[in-house]
């Protein structure tokens, strides 16, 4: 397979804003940010602008939005697991949910009323974290489960927060369901970031969290004088990053910027999906072994791909080289752009940004995604070094290479 491949997505809508994008507008994101600001380690993550790596790539801008700042923990994840935790406690407690915040559903009388619930969640690692973090913040305990394979200093880090992690013996869409079956069986609260027929609140919620990010994002851009994105490159395991973004800049703007999903080879769903062309999530077999394991996920959540199918301009499945050098690029950028600590997934989209535009193979591509100089591109690096190892493996001796 070559290093990258476009899966054109031929179901993508012409105009108008589909109605999926709606609950992921600019009244929720106000709210979830709102609620996010009554934490105590809020604080908007950085913009990054790399003038001169746009130049090089002859694009108008290319920012990067540094998720490696996020709550001391690293990652985006926490935003959409706070932010569902937040508003199923405010549900236990009969409070509204354009009232629910921190110190309401946490008050002492909250906690006394409530005693210790216990969320549970399976995890490639970032959410697990996130939902670990959240429920320390909010005085819950947290069970975490992990995939087979998972990195030590991914389980360490849930650890550290005071949750349970437990690694399986399972790939990631099997612990899901693992996780899931446990939450029933103990009397726990599922928050899972992925959807399936019969659960979608939790899901929703999660999705939602991550508007913040897209908010500050545009807030970002507006007072650097930069308008809205044109081009959007989006991770995608389960897809509910990808899909919250994407409908968050659709419903504002009115219309889709062109936005395509990031995913290893080894764990393509969307890909596939978009290549099926039938309008249907489909599943990706197989190990899913990659160093992208934040999107070591095979099949699409169906809330996010319902806002996918309808405008995503189609998918980008990659090599491992790619987001490799990805983390490369942003460790080491050209001269005069700020570096960024990126991760393997948090690297991909910057990785597959640079192979379109440098390749002479990719010219196609370019031209399909209208990448030029009038371009203003937002990637989101969404983690920093999460695995330590790996990141100065891959950063410092050069592991995984893509000439
Ligand atoms: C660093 C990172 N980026 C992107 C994603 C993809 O998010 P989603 O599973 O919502 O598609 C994840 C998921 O865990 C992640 O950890």
Redesign the pocket.
């Known amino acids: 397979m070559d290093d990258l491949v476009l899966c054109p997505n031929p179901l993508r809508l012409a105009a108008g804003v589909d109605a999926a994008c709606l609950p992921f507008g600019m009244e929720t994101a106000r709210r979830t940010r709102a609620f996010h600001q009554g934490l105590s380690a809020y604080q908007p993550t950085p913009l990054a602008c790399l003038p001169h790596l746009a130049r090089a790539l002859g694009l108008g801008a290319v920012l990067v939005k540094d998720e490696s700042k996020r709550f001391g923990l690293k990652?985006f994840?926490a935003l959409g697991g706070s932010y569902a935790m937040g508003l199923a406690l405010a549900d236990a407690l009969g409070i509204p949910a354009q009232e629910a915040s921190p110190a309401r559903v946490a008050s002492p009388e909250a906690r006394r009323r409530l005693g210790q619930m216990r969320f549970v969640t399976a995890?490639?690692?970032?959410?697990g974290r996130g939902v670990a973090w959240a429920a320390r913040e909010l005085g819950h305990r947290a069970e975490v489960f992990m995939p087979k394979g998972s990195a030590r200093a991914r389980v360490e880090a849930i650890r550290a927060l005071g949750a349970e992690c437990t690694v399986t013996e399972l790939g990631y869409d099997d612990t899901v369901r693992l996780a899931a079956r446990h939450a029933e069986a103990c009397g726990g609260m599922l928050l899972q970031?992925t959807a399936w027929p019969g659960y979608e609140q939790a899901p929703l919620r999660i999705m939602q969290g991550y508007c913040t990010l897209a908010l500050e994002c545009l807030e970002q851009m507006d007072a650097a004088g930069l308008g809205l994105p044109t081009h959007l490159f989006l991770?995608?395991?389960?897809?509910?990053?990808?899909g919250a973004l994407l409908a968050f800049f659709t419903a504002h703007a009115g219309k889709a910027p062109v936005a395509c999903t990031v995913e290893p080879h080894a764990a393509n769903c969307h890909c596939l999906s978009f290549e099926e062309g039938d309008g249907k999530p489909h599943a990706a077999a197989g190990p899913m072994d990659t160093i992208m394991a934040?999107?070591a996920?095979g099949e699409p959540n169906p809330l996010s791909w319902q806002i996918l199918k309808n405008h995503a301009a189609g998918g980008l499945s990659l090599g491992e080289g790619v987001a490799a050098n990805g983390m490369r690029l942003l460790a080491a950028p050209e001269s005069g752009d700020p570096a960024v600590v990126s991760?393997e997934?948090?690297a991909s989209a910057m990785g597959a940004l640079e192979y379109l535009m440098t390749r002479e193979s990719m010219a196609e591509n370019r031209a399909l995604l209208g990448l030029g100089p009038s371009s203003r591109v937002l990637v989101v690096s969404?983690?920093g070094d999460?695995n330590p190892a790996m990141y100065r493996d891959v950063v410092r001796y050069g592991r995984f290479a893509c000439l």
């Open positions: 990652a994840k995890t490639d690692g970032n959410h970031d991770q995608a395991g389960v897809g509910s990053f990808a934040g999107l996920c991760g997934s948090g969404t983690e999460t």
